[in-house]
């Protein structure tokens, strides 16, 4: 599966007196910070919603943009991204149904991806939506275990939570996802 675009993991071990400072600590995220971190993902997700790349470019830049002119009111800038190029190329989409034809038709370098494909774009892009809308506890122990691979005694000694509630939370945050996944249309990882 595809990385979902996270921090390098912390070594297991507990964590020195100033990392654990650090992670309580509110962190101050920049738009060029969210820019470095997000825009690959964000055009991969376009292209799998608009087909062509220049377009998914556009929209992409349209969404930080819009993001800039709101930053001070936006509470999650990477849910407000993804929300927001959804509605740009759904928008996009409705407003030039014959660009997507005459792509289609002509077979152009521009040509749409296959429909697999799209599906599992549309559905990468939807779970990097869903976690970005999770508060960051949440991110925390699901990276930990899916990106860090640590097994739950390490994310335990990582969190302070007790083994058997990183286990109950993480189940429950999974089930969460999973039928967040079902409710918008994504059955499986290929859409």
């Known amino acids: 599966m595809e990385s979902l675009a996270f921090a390098p993991a912390a ?4 964590a020195p007196v100033a990392a654990l400072r650090a992670m309580s600590e509110p962190v101050t995220l920049t738009l060029a910070a969210l820019f470095e971190s997000e825009e690959s993902g964000l055009l991969r997700y376009a292209l799998g919603l608009v087909g062509r790349r220049p377009v998914a470019e556009e929209l992409v830049q349209e969404a930080f943009l ?3 002119h709101a930053w001070d009111e936006v509470e999650n800038p990477r849910a407000w991204l993804y929300r927001s190029l959804r509605n740009l190329a759904l928008n996009h989409l409705r407003d030039h149904p014959l660009e997507t034809e005459l792509t289609e038709e002509t077979g152009s370098a521009d040509a749409r991806p296959a429909p697999e494909q799209l599906g599992r774009d549309e559905a990468i892009g939807t ?28 994310i335990s000694r990582h969190t302070g939570l007790s083994v058997g509630n990183v286990g109950y939370r993480l189940h429950h945050l999974l089930k969460t996802l999973a039928d967040e996944l079902r409710r918008v249309g994504i059955e499986g990882s290929r859409g």
């Open 66 to 68: 819009r993001l800039h």
């Open 11 to 14: 070594p297991p071990g507990p």
């Open 127 to 154: 779970v990097r939506l869903l976690l970005a809308e999770l508060p960051e506890a949440d991110r925390r122990l699901i990276r930990l275990k899916y990106h860090d691979d640590l097994k739950y005694q390490d």
